[in-house]
């Protein structure tokens, strides 16, 4: 099998190095740009499996690409490096058509476990009828959530709405575009109505409501559901410069 292709668009010359040879490091094959112009030209010369994105950068911001990237019909998963504490640049990258975000400082480890995350989604071809996380298995054929082997009583709306989760499973999802999604651009609703139906599907589905494992919160921003909510695997090689043994420092504004 050949391995998977990365592009990473990253302006800062010395986490760009870092993460091109982690990566690489990790059998993956890396290109890199290290600004918007000449990173848009390369998703459209390479077509690479995955995108590792920057949000700051020269001549096209990562915001200004991601949403070219989208407009040009390229499906391929974007994880958006942003600022610690920036939860309003998170939810705009989101909402333009990332699939995924990671925030400065970060662990190259996190950054690898995403990207195999997103990758695992991309070959899994099309969705299944039926899913199985935790004691659950839904059955979107049948319409019906089981538990245990006993079928849980659910709403329309909070079926469609466990099943979008589970269809987008690992993902980072904002409200918005969860009432986008689950209850249609033409109803009024808040996004309160999001979280109150989050927390019925959490008292139907988690061992654990109050520590839920499958649903879980991104503060301020969204939720993300986790079919297998376990911790990675460290690698096994051993290298000077690891994921497991190396923070990526968050770099000045720009």
């Not at 610690?84 to 699939?99: F, P, R, Y």
């Not at 921003?221 to 410069?241: C, H, I, Q, W």
């Amino acid at each position: 099998m050949n391995p998977s292709s990365i592009l990473i668009i990253e302006d800062d010359p010395t986490m760009l190095r870092v993460l091109k040879d982690n990566f690489e490091f990790s059998g993956y094959k890396v290109r890199t740009a290290a600004d918007g112009k000449r990173g848009l030209q390369a998703v459209r010369d390479s077509q690479p499996d995955l995108l590792i994105l920057d949000i700051m950068l020269p001549e096209i911001s990562g915001y200004d690409l991601c949403r070219r990237v989208r407009q040009e019909g390229f499906t391929l998963p974007i994880i958006m490096l942003t600022a610690k504490g920036q939860e309003s640049d998170i939810v705009l990258g989101l909402n333009l058509g990332a699939d995924d975000y990671v925030t400065k400082p970060f662990s190259l480890e996190v950054l690898l476990a995403r990207a195999n995350a997103c990758l695992r989604r991309r070959r899994g071809g099309p969705a299944q009828a039926v899913s199985e996380f935790g004691d659950c298995r839904l059955d979107t054929q049948s319409h019906k959530l089981f538990r245990k082997g006993h079928e849980v009583p659910m709403t329309p709306k909070e079926f469609h709405l466990l099943e979008y989760l589970a269809q987008n499973a690992g993902r980072a999802l904002t409200r918005e575009r969860i009432l986008d999604e689950v209850w249609g651009q033409d109803v009024i609703v808040t996004q309160r109505s999001v979280d109150r139906c989050i927390n019925t599907l959490r008292n139907k589905i988690e061992a654990d409501p109050q520590q839920p494992r499958l649903i879980q919160t991104i503060r301020d921003v969204g939720y993300r559901f986790e079919t297998d909510p376990t911790p990675p695997l460290k690698p096994k090689a051993s290298n000077p410069v690891t994921p497991s043994t190396l923070s990526v420092p968050s770099t000045p504004s720009k």
